[in-house]
């Protein structure tokens, strides 16, 4: 089974293209969740009981981890043992955006893909492929390029245009033509711009986008899966973090994200 063949099965059997963000910024835990030996891992492991029914993925962003430091990297440590533990099908994205060249792309391979154990990670491709083969060989793992990102400030740099070209469009062709070659390739394509998700759809085929800014970067669920689904149906793991983890029910939350996605694909 290939990386990609992992998402599409849990895609299919939960019947969901929703992906839960574990970004567990300390200063916003519940109290109940603070008063634990280990507060994040206590509260990711509640967030991943009550919405994994719902959920084909689980992404981390490491930021929120690595502020804490040792105890924090030990809380994400024993959030992915668990998430491999109770439920192995389940799709896993370390957000880290790295990439980087030599000795110093080894050890993010092992760290992340390796002793933390996720499935994918995103990467930027700003370093060109040198940066970027040390996890494009790795058919077992999934490397998603950071390609039309969500925030407001994108189209500074990834609206330059290169012979008429737009940067982000270039980005979709190289992944598309050049650094798939093990088919373990994935985009980030931001919900915050459907137009350029449509057209990143048409040059890339099949290919699937990990989707964040649903929510509260003002994403519009329906305008994105509409833009952004493949022939099959599938093609997106659609993230939303705080929209279900701090939300008052985050079953309810993850329900209402995994049926909003299936009513518009």
């Known amino acids: 089974m290939s990386i990609v063949d992992k998402y599409n099965s849990r895609a299919d059997k939960v019947n969901s293209l929703a992906c839960v963000g574990l970004d567990a910024d300390f200063e ?23 919405t994994h029914e719902f959920a084909a993925a689980f992404k981390a962003n490491i930021a929120f981890y690595e502020a804490r430091g040792e105890e924090g990297m030990k809380e994400l440590k024993m959030t992915m043992d ?9 799709f896993t994205i370390c957000d880290a955006k790295r990439a980087d060249i030599g000795n110093t792309n080894r050890g993010y391979v092992t760290s992340i893909l390796d002793w933390l154990g996720f499935d994918a990670m995103t990467l930027h491709p700003y370093l060109g492929r040198e940066a970027l083969e040390p996890f494009l060989a ?8 950071l390609c039309r990102t969500s925030n407001p400030g994108a189209g500074e740099l990834q609206d ?21 070659a093990n088919e ?8 915050t711009y459907p137009e350029e998700m449509k057209t990143i759809r ?13 929510g509260a970067q003002g994403g519009e669920l329906e305008s994105a899966v509409q833009a952004g689904v493949n022939k099959a149906k599938k093609g997106m793991i ?27 694909r």
């Open 184 to 191: 373990n390739c994935m985009l980030v394509v931001g919900a």
């Open 202 to 214: 048409a040059i890339t085929g099949e290919m699937t986008f990990l989707v964040p800014g649903i």
């Open 138 to 145: 790795r058919p077992d793992k999934g490397a998603i390029i």
């Open 238 to 264: 659609v993230n939303s973090s705080r929209g279900v983890i701090f939300a008052e029910d985050p079953a309810k939350a993850a329900r209402e994200l995994r049926d909003g996605i299936n009513q518009y």
């Open 82 to 90: 668990y998430l491999r533990g109770s439920h192995p099908d389940i």
């Open 160 to 180: 330059l245009k290169v012979d008429g070209k737009p940067v982000w469009q270039i980005v979709a062709e190289k992944v598309r033509d050049e650094w798939n």
């Open 28 to 50: 916003k835990l519940p109290e109940k969740s603070l008063k634990e030996q280990f507060p994040q891992f206590s509260f990711n492991k509640y967030i991943i009981d009550v």
